[in-house]
DNA sequence: CCAATTCTGTAGCAATCGATAAATAAAGCG
DNA sequence: CGCTTTATTTATCGATTGCTACAGAATTGG
């Protein structure tokens, strides 16, 4: 019976095998992404942070910016998970949003990983030769939109939101109140002072879906 | 009599004359440093925009770093002017919200300029090299919530804010959703998608003084 | 065993980073 | 005029950037 690999079951491999845990070091370096940003973030910060050098990273990750792109993906499946979560198993639309906004009032300030979401913080400005990845950030950016606007709609058709509501609209209110949250984490803030914000915008709920 | 400067009628000066518009320069300089972050704005980015080489900068203006807190001082005076306008001079401290939110929501995507706040987007992650740049930003940002919880204060005082009010979460409340929306700038969002975020956030006035 | 394949460490690539030394130019003052 | 002072241009500085050539090590397949 052949010895089960730790980190995946995969095809045998031909040459030398790998000597360091991918995932691992993936992680490794999603944190230091997110911490400090693409750009701040210097190969030798990544070597450092995965325990490997270069030529390993270049032969496991490509280049720095697809070490990038597989972090922003290993964050929005992690990090991600819980909200999506949340955003899905609110009995309404209100009631997920709310439960979703406030999971993030405590894990934006979580100290056991960089303060804010790294999709808002890790590429918001920079040099013009990194505007691909900026680009990645905004569509991704983008689609959280989205997905919060479907689940207004899905409420729309549940009947627990109003059919006049504008699902975008109240989608992309809530989104940028998220991303002042993620500035404000930076700042500092503590989960109280979050969720008094968040509170504060799940009191404009009604008055956005059009109850009077 | 003798002639005037053109840019400021200053002491006679002594050695040989500086050869460009100290003014004008740190106006590109803030421009660049606005566009694309501090860390990510080169020497030879602030010389090419600046129009001089080098020596000259750190001549005028000592190192990157000084040169940024200056870029950071004017962008206040200049940018931060007709904003602070709006909020002094509306007739109720909501009617001052919302005209300063309005402004924001059309001055954040003017083509003319490169797109959000400064103050938010310049320095919101980096090395930790630059961990004092990053302090500095936190420090406008937190006075600048101060000036709105300053301006409920008052609102309080003059009687069109009800007494219960908490001035600084109302305010943190608005900071967030203003720092968020230079996010939404720098994603592409429209003057109509900020607008109609502000009237959502404005919406949820009355709530939070606690009017019912 | 050998050959083929893949990964690893060392060492270094050209380019750029922020910042400066040195020589010269242009002003006021006496 | 010379002396002092300051700003300018040119040509770098050492350090760091993202990345890679190369040689050797470790594996599978034959």
Redesign the interface.
């Known amino acids: 019976m052949a010895v089960r690999r730790v980190t995946k079951a995969q095809k045998p491999a031909k040459g030398r095998p790998r000597s360091f845990d991918r995932a691992a070091a993936l992680r490794a370096a999603m944190e230091v992404f997110w911490?400090?940003?693409y750009?701040?973030t210097?190969l030798s910060d990544l070597t450092g942070a995965m325990g490997i050098n270069a030529p390993s990273l270049y032969a496991a990750f490509d280049c720095k910016e697809a070490l990038f792109g597989e972090a922003l993906d290993l964050y929005q499946v992690t990090e991600g998970a819980e909200p999506q979560r949340l955003l899905a198993q609110g009995r309404t639309a209100k009631e997920s949003f709310a439960a979703m906004l406030r999971f993030h009032a405590g894990d934006y300030v979580n100290p056991q990983k960089p303060p804010g979401c790294m999709v808002?913080?890790?590429a918001?400005?920079?040099?013009?030769e990194?505007k691909s990845v900026?680009g990645l950030m905004?569509k991704t950016?983008?689609s959280a939109v989205e997905m919060l606007a479907a689940r207004i709609r899905r409420g729309i058709t549940a009947g627990d939101v109003p059919k006049g509501a504008?699902a975008v609209?109240?989608a992309?209110?809530y989104?940028?109140?998220?991303?002042?949250?993620s500035?404000?984490a930076?700042?500092?803030?503590t989960k109280k002072?979050l969720l008094?914000?968040v509170e504060?915008?799940m009191?404009?709920w009604d008055?956005?879906v059009g109850k009077r």
């Open positions: 911490q400090r940003g750009e701040a210097s808002v913080l890790a918001i400005v920079g040099a013009p990194n900026r905004t950016r983008r504008d609209a109240m992309t209110f989104t940028t109140l998220m991303q002042g949250m500035i404000q930076r700042d500092g803030a002072q008094a914000t504060a915008a009191a404009a008055g956005m």
